[in-house]
């Protein structure tokens, strides 16, 4: 009788153990969604580096992108685009060469998504300022202003989970240059870029 009040109070307690667990692993399941939730979105800053075709000279110029990632879908924020390279300027006699400064927003689309994998399509539009500096002349001075705008493709991997590599390219459009022998077609050219972006 003893053994067998013994195994009766012993599987009492084990569902009620086990009922409790459930309970507990129910809560934290719920507990997880919503802090998945709540933190849908995460801060990016990002980094990148390519080659363009400006004025039919090759040059090498850095961006640089903060923002945020809205989810997996849409991210936006802002940008700026420097040139590394002077280029030469071959619509003038003389030595002249040019240079730019970009800024302003961009909006990052991903249609497809599978695992550590994505493509993505970022647009970007802003402005900014060419800079020229002629034979005899020590510095660059602010010399036109412009529109300018860019649609990519990119191919991006998760190498991290905060990490994302990409390599991809596209065409930038320019509006407004018309200083200097220069034009707009002068500096629209495509690109091709690798980019470096950490997320939260």
């Given at each position: 009788?003893?053994?067998?009040?013994f195994?009766?109070?012993?599987?009492?307690?084990?569902?009620?153990?086990?009922?409790?667990?459930?309970?507990?692993?129910?809560?934290n399941?719920?507990t997880?969604?919503?802090?998945?939730?709540?933190?849908?979105?995460?801060?990016?800053?990002?980094?990148?580096?390519?080659?363009?075709?400006?004025?039919g000279?090759?040059?090498?110029?850095?961006?640089v992108r903060i923002?945020?990632?809205?989810?997996?879908?849409i991210?936006?924020?802002?940008?700026a685009?420097?040139?590394?390279?002077?280029?030469?300027?071959?619509?003038?006699?003389?030595?002249?060469l040019?240079?730019?400064?970009?800024?302003?927003?961009?909006?990052?689309?991903?249609?497809?998504?599978?695992?550590a994998?994505?493509?993505?399509?970022?647009?970007?539009?802003?402005?900014?300022v060419?800079?020229?500096?002629?034979?005899?002349?020590?510095?660059?001075?602010?010399?036109?202003?412009?529109?300018?705008?860019?649609?990519?493709?990119h191919?991006?991997?998760?190498?991290t989970?905060?990490?994302?590599?990409?390599i991809?390219?596209?065409?930038?459009?320019?509006?407004?240059?018309?200083?200097?022998?220069?034009?707009?077609?002068?500096?629209?050219?495509?690109?091709?870029?690798?980019?470096?972006?950490?997320k939260?």
């Open positions: 009788m003893r053994f067998g009040k195994i009766s109070t012993a599987a009492l307690a084990l569902a009620f153990v086990s009922g409790a667990h459930a309970e507990l692993a129910g809560m399941d719920q997880s969604v919503t802090e998945t939730k709540d933190r849908s979105w995460s801060g990016l800053i990002g980094i990148s580096g390519g080659n363009s075709l400006i004025a000279d090759g040059t090498i110029f850095m961006s923002g945020v990632q809205w989810n997996d879908i991210a936006n924020g802002a940008w685009t420097f040139l590394m390279e002077d280029v030469a300027n071959p619509n003038v006699k003389g030595q002249e040019v240079n730019y400064n970009a800024f302003g927003l961009f909006a990052e689309i991903t249609p497809y998504r599978n695992g994998f994505s493509v993505s399509v970022p647009v970007s539009i802003g402005g900014g060419v800079n020229v500096v002629e034979k005899g002349e020590e510095a660059f001075s602010p010399d036109d202003k412009f529109f300018t705008g860019e649609m990519a493709l191919f991006n991997y998760r190498v989970r905060m990490l994302e590599v990409s991809g390219g596209g065409y930038r459009m320019f509006a407004g240059i018309s200083e200097n022998n220069l034009e707009d077609m002068d500096f629209c050219t495509p690109f091709g870029e690798l980019r470096f972006t950490f939260e």
